[in-house]
């Protein structure tokens, strides 16, 4: 939210903000802790549209989001972002340079960070987000749940499957649907939207297509090729694993 504050509010930028509620383990304490962030911000900027929606159920992004766009009216231009994406007011001109009503839908390519323990080295890790380099990320070539588009366009090809529980895939089937339009879809790396590192928890509960999308993000989050490489050469026991498992059948072999 801080940087919302600093990128739109403070800036008075002509935007809205909707938040969406899911009811988590965390409980009501965490709940009411956000709400008084919401209201905090709708006292010190009343000229700001800040809307917040309590959702029921188990967690759902597609119905999350879903309910976000209904807020909004048919020529509203929607931006789908997650609270670990981090995001420059640059961006955000280029979320409406690329997004043309009936004609074009944005799908930025995110800059995803690394996790910092494993791929920074003891000197430290950069503290700007908007460091991009080789060490600290990479791009999400494949990932499709950071999207802006209009609402008209949103609604012209079916919108997000809300039938889908949990996280992953939603995304995947919007752009499928986009894909499948007649409209055209605009993809670039942006300098100014980085994912910021936290770490995965995948629920083994997911359906299995999207359980499998969750471990190939929380693998590609864990560091570069080289880093990993370095841990597995300078760990005899990861080193030597293949090794040790072919000792192992070879004395089988040798009883047999």
Not at 72 to 101: G, K, P
Not at 117 to 144: H, L, M
Not at 178 to 198: G, M, P, Q
Request: one cysteine or more; glycine letters at 4%.
């Amino acid at each position: 939210m801080k940087n919302f504050e600093k990128t739109c509010l403070q800036t008075s930028e002509d935007v809205e903000l909707a938040v969406v509620l899911f009811q988590t383990d965390s409980g009501a304490d965490k709940m009411k802790e956000v709400e008084e962030l919401l209201n905090n911000l709708r006292t010190r900027y009343p000229s700001h549209q800040i809307q917040t929606v309590q959702a029921d159920g188990a967690f759902s992004r597609a119905l999350a989001l879903d309910l976000g766009a209904k807020l909004y009216h048919h020529d509203a231009l929607l931006f789908f972002i997650d609270v670990d994406i981090h995001f420059s007011h640059a961006s955000l001109q280029r979320i409406r340079l690329n997004t043309r009503q009936y004609k074009q839908v944005y799908y930025p390519i995110v800059f995803s960070q690394y996790d910092p323990v494993v791929s920074c080295d003891n000197t430290s890790c950069a503290t700007s987000p908007f460091v991009i380099t080789r060490y600290a990320g990479y791009w999400r070539q494949f990932g499709f749940g950071i999207a802006a588009m209009y609402k008209s366009d949103f609604l012209h090809v079916g919108g997000f499957d809300t039938s889908i529980q949990g996280w992953g895939k939603e995304d995947v089937e919007l752009f499928n649907k986009f894909v499948s339009s007649n409209l055209t879809i605009f993809r670039a790396t942006d300098l100014d939207i980085v994912h910021i590192y936290h770490p995965i928890n995948c629920d083994p509960k997911l359906e299995p297509a999207q359980y499998q999308m969750c471990l190939g993000t929380k693998a590609a989050n864990f560091a570069p090729v080289e880093k990993l490489s370095e841990l597995v050469y300078r760990t005899p026991s990861i080193l030597s694993k293949n090794d040790q498992a072919a000792s192992i059948d070879n004395s089988y072999e040798d009883v047999r």
